[in-house]
C-alpha cells in the first residue's frame, strides 16, 4: 500500500471513529490530517484534501481548536493561518475524556446531587425505589467521575502498567 492511500484510510478511519467520541466526522478527519502531517495545514490545505467547504473547515479548525487539539502558528511571510494538530495521542486522549467529562459526566452529577434528596416523606415503594436508583446512578457516576481524574493526573507509563496488570490477572 502507497503512503497516500494509507493516510487516506487512516482519515476516514479516524473520522468513522471520531463519531464515538461525540465529535462530528469532518471535525475528526481534519484532526487526522494535522496529527499525520509533518508540516502545518492552512484552510485551504484542509479544505482541498478533504474537498470541503471554507466554512464548514472554519467551523471544525475553531471547535478542534476550543478542544485544546489543534492550535493555530504563524509562518514568516505568509498571510494564511496555519494549524497544528497534537500528536501526542496520550494527550489527545486525556483531552477528549477531559472535553466529554465536562460535558456529560459533570452535569449528570450537578443534577442527580440535586435530586437525590427528595422532599417526600411519605416513604412510599416508590420513592424508596427512586431514592435506591438515583443513589446508585450517583456512586457509579461518581466513581467513572475518580477514575477520570486518575487518569488526568496519571502519567502514560503509570497507566499502562496498571491496566495491563489488571488484564494479567484474569
Do not use: C
Amino acid at each position: 500500500m502507497q503512503l497516500i492511500d494509507a493516510k487516506k484510510q487512516f482519515v476516514q478511519a479516524w473520522g468513522a471513529l471520531g463519531s464515538q467520541w461525540g465529535i462530528n466526522k469532518t471535525m475528526a478527519q481534519i484532526h487526522a490530517l494535522m496529527m499525520l502531517s509533518n508540516e502545518p495545514l492552512s484552510t485551504e490545505d484542509i479544505m482541498e484534501q478533504l474537498s470541503i467547504s471554507r466554512g464548514n473547515a472554519n467551523m471544525n479548525i475553531r471547535e478542534l481548536t476550543d478542544w485544546g487539539l489543534v492550535s493555530k502558528v504563524f509562518k514568516a511571510g505568509e498571510r494564511r493561518d496555519y494549524f497544528v494538530g497534537e500528536k501526542d495521542v496520550w494527550k489527545i486522549a486525556k483531552q477528549v475524556a477531559k472535553i466529554r467529562k465536562t460535558r456529560e459526566l459533570d452535569p449528570i452529577l450537578n443534577l442527580l446531587n440535586s435530586i437525590k434528596n427528595l422532599d417526600d416523606s411519605s416513604k412510599s415503594e416508590e420513592v424508596k425505589h427512586f431514592q435506591k436508583m438515583v443513589d446508585d446512578v450517583h456512586k457509579l457516576a461518581t466513581n467513572v467521575d475518580r477514575l477520570i481524574e486518575g487518569i488526568f493526573k496519571a502519567e502514560q507509563n503509570w497507566f499502562w502498567d496498571k491496566v495491563l496488570k489488571l488484564f494479567a490477572k484474569h
